[in-house]
């Protein structure tokens, strides 16, 4: 295990440990110690509670409406709440004095602890040492554990367990009490959101071991609470432990029933933690990926798959994982494209039952998706840019400054970033291909496809003068540019879907003819429709210039006047906020990546227009206009793996490392509120498909590697049509030049590569033996 300092935290290979307590970072620290089961997130605020915390647990599905923002995930109660009292004074890290400190995040255990050794006020040295964990092995279970030794005195210890039944989402109370009570050493709490009407309850109880205490039940209002009091002796532990459960109307008739019952059954902490720590190995089994060679970029992948992991839902097929996870007020809990894009090739390629479940949502949201094309006009199904509950669009319309006298500002994406049906077709198509899964795509898959498509045919537009079809008033993927027709991204896309909405039909025709009757009668399928398809596909316009191998990102877009990004530096702000949204919306500056992001989405099966002079081309002239740090958090991970791609090593890594630091680091300054999901699945992209370079063939997927100079070995497994492949990648000494894709200023080393079994190693690009360039 090796062990990387940096200003904030010592990374181990699975360890993140802080070491010094920061008042000013209490919102960005909850983000990054938070823990998760794939039902629930808990951000990592301390027990004790702190004026400067916003604690949080967010579970899927638990939305509630509020006002500008439609509707949100509600902060639901708190089950964290643990106050030490040491003869009168309560422990808190702002009071008396902190002699040690340190507090681990261990993602091989799914399990975060603090010690401390505190002096209070009034001089007295106690060692403290808390423990927490969302069970991985049932999801409805939560443990908390505490350890105090006094180290110089003996004296009266008082302990206070909670539940806070009064959680805000930034202010907000979505909670009406229904009741509360006592059980047997045990409290419990039952509420419902205001306006969804979803009931909670959860339900906890403590118990001590080391010395004699009873337990009493001292509860407030909406504020069960535990309390015991023992005197305790010097240089002797005594643990505590707090075991709570919780359910929701979601998943059980009777939450209260089932929480308490859940309770009753559960065994001591210590047989939970081993049952949690199983579930835990068991799942890296199928998802680590070891990194040898660079300690700080293994320890922040594996962070970044902890944070898709524990906000996966594994057995929810009615929800999906909201763009800042379960981690965070950011976004209010809307999901976005970054599912389908950013994160859901993990789930294909690691555990595709978590990306069915995550493509199910999108199928049980196909409601949502009709009423807001019809509302718009448009036939068939067109997904909300921002969704939720029930996939209606919940993009707010308007941003309201905090000013007084600020302006309020038009959110435009859920009028015009339409291309997310596209992305959620894209989505689906890659899950079949990857699991084979005809009976998913026979009863979900094809329905969201073909109704998607059927939206496409009635938005694109016939423009008679140049005989061809365009989309016009649209925002691509780069949404500095608020209203622009025929964006690249976007009719590619659209075109794209069609070409697999034909074939999707095809197949249902040939192989599930019943289903393929009742589609095309629920959905009106008609010939006609089907033809539109077939000259929309053949008659869209992609600007694409054969001559220069560019593609303009929209219509016009050339001739928008050209902006140098280095005359702004240094900076610390994004080009929309300096130019303001005129001046970017003017310019040929993009947020994010759009034609790269559609020749990235298009490697994938070496479509048009990928191929390697048109990547080269548009590199050349859109990485450059890229905001690419202060824009979006999407992007530095697609621009990872294209700079790898094409063989430009450094910046390939840098972006890698920008995506891969982003919350843990706080590159964008934002990481409060929440974990940035996308930029995780992009990491995880970054590795598999960048520097992995593998290629997804008919029998298997292949690797065909750019590993980063001084990447020792790079091994990680992948699911592939109910198979498992593991990959063993090493740079070998001494093999002359052996890169498939030629890098430059490639030194001697090839790169051995192990597909499944051996049999199938890609023998590839090669590494120079450079320091790494961080
Ligand atoms: O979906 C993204 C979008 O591409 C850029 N702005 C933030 C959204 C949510 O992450």
Redesign the pocket.
């Known amino acids: 295990d090796t062990t990387v300092h940096s200003p904030d935290f010592i990374y181990t290979d699975w360890t993140l440990i802080e070491t010094k307590v920061d008042f000013n970072k209490f919102p960005h620290r909850e983000t990054v110690f938070t823990i998760g089961n794939g039902y629930l997130g808990t951000r990592g605020t301390f027990e004790e509670g702190y004026t400067q915390a916003s604690p949080a647990t967010l579970i899927h599905g638990v939305y509630d409406s509020v006002p500008v923002v439609y509707t949100e995930l509600v902060n639901c109660p708190d089950w964290l709440p643990l106050i030490v009292i040491v003869d009168g004074d309560r422990f808190r890290l702002d009071q008396g004095e902190i002699l040690t400190y340190d507090r681990q995040l261990d993602l091989l255990r799914g399990l975060i602890s603090r010690t401390i050794r505190w002096r209070t006020p009034t001089g007295k040295t106690i060692d403290l040492s808390f423990q927490r964990f969302a069970s991985y092995a049932d999801q409805h279970v939560l443990a908390q554990r505490c350890q105090i030794t006094p180290v110089d005195f003996d004296g009266l210890i008082e302990i206070q367990g909670s539940i806070n039944g009064y959680p805000e989402n930034q202010g907000f109370n979505h909670w009406e009490a229904l009741d509360q009570g006592n059980i047997d050493n045990g409290i419990w709490l039952y509420r419902r959101t205001r306006n969804s009407r979803i009931e909670i309850s959860l339900a906890a109880r403590m118990t001590l071991s080391g010395a004699d205490a009873s337990m009493l039940v001292t509860s407030a209002p909406g504020y069960p609470t535990l309390n015991t009091k023992f005197q305790a002796i010097a240089q002797q532990t005594v643990t505590l432990e707090k075991i709570v459960t919780v359910f929701t109307s979601r998943e059980v008739a009777h939450p209260i029933a089932a929480a308490q019952e859940k309770l009753a059954q559960l065994p001591s902490y210590s047989k939970l933690l081993d049952a949690h720590e199983k579930a835990w190995d068991e799942v890296w089994q199928q998802n680590d990926i070891v990194i040898e060679g660079d300690s700080r970029a293994q320890f922040a992948v594996r962070y970044n798959i902890f944070q898709m992991l524990i906000a996966a839902p594994r057995y929810d097929d009615k929800v999906s994982i909201p763009?800042k996870t379960l981690s965070g007020f950011g976004?209010r809990g809307h999901v976005?494209?970054?599912t389908e894009i950013f994160l859901l090739p993990f789930f294909t390629y690691t555990q595709p039952h978590i990306a069915r479940n995550l493509l199910s949502y999108r199928y049980h949201t196909l409601n949502g998706a009709r009423r807001k094309a019809s509302h718009d006009g448009y036939k068939g199904a067109m997904f909300a840019w921002e969704s939720a509950d029930t996939g209606d669009e919940v993009t707010p319309r308007w941003a309201l400054p905090n000013d007084p006298y600020g302006e309020d500002v038009r959110i435009w994406c859920r009028d015009r970033e339409i291309h997310i049906s596209a992305d959620i077709a894209y989505a689906v198509w890659y899950y079949w291909q990857a699991t084979g899964d005809d009976e998913w795509m026979e009863d979900y898959g094809a329905e969201i496809i073909l109704d998607t498509a059927i939206f496409w045919a009635s938005r694109v537009e016939y423009n008679t003068k140049d005989e061809r079809y365009e989309i016009r008033g649209v925002i691509g993927?780069d949404?500095y540019h608020e209203f622009v027709h025929n964006n690249a991204f976007t009719n590619r896309m659209v075109q794209w879907h069609l070409e697999k909405a034909i074939i999707v039909q095809d197949w249902l025709r040939q192989n599930k003819s019943d289903r393929a009757t009742e589609l095309e009668e629920k959905l009106k399928l008609t010939p006609g429709r089907r033809s539109r398809w077939q000259d929309i596909i053949t008659n869209i316009w992609i600007p694409y210039d054969a001559s220069t191998k560019l593609i303009e990102q929209c219509e016009g877009f050339f001739q928008l006047e050209d902006i140098n990004l280095q005359e702004y530096e240094p900076r610390t702000r994004s080009m929309q906020t300096i130019l303001t949204i005129e001046g970017a919306n003017k310019r040929q500056v993009l947020k994010?990546p759009d034609v790269l992001m559609l020749l990235y989405l298009m490697r994938q099966s070496q479509e048009f227009p990928y191929n390697q002079e048109n990547l080269e081309k548009n590199w050349d002239y859109y990485a450059p206009r890229t905001d690419i740090t202060y824009g979006?958090s999407?992007g530095p991970a697609i621009h990872g793996i294209l700079a790898s791609d094409l063989g430009k090593t450094a910046e390939a890594y840098q972006r890698f490392m920008q995506a891969a630091m982003v919350d843990l680091e706080d590159v964008r300054g934002n990481a409060a509120e929440g974990i940035h999901g996308?930029s995780a699945g992009g990491v995880w992209q970054a590795v598999v498909f960048g520097f992995g370079g593998i290629q997804l063939h008919e029998n298997q997927p292949v690797a065909n590697p750019h590993l980063v100079p001084g990447w020792t070995r790079l091994k990680f497994k992948l699911q592939w049509r109910g198979k498992s492949h593991e990959f063993d990648l090493q740079p070998v000494m001494g093999q002359g030049d052996m890169g498939t894709r030629g890098q430059e200023g490639q030194g001697d080393m090839g790169t051995r590569g192990q597909g499944d079994k051996g049999d199938k190693g890609a023998i590839s690009s090669s590494s120079p033996p450079l320091p790494l360039p961080h």
């Open positions: 763009a976004y976005f494209w970054d993927a949404e994010q979006s999407l996308a």
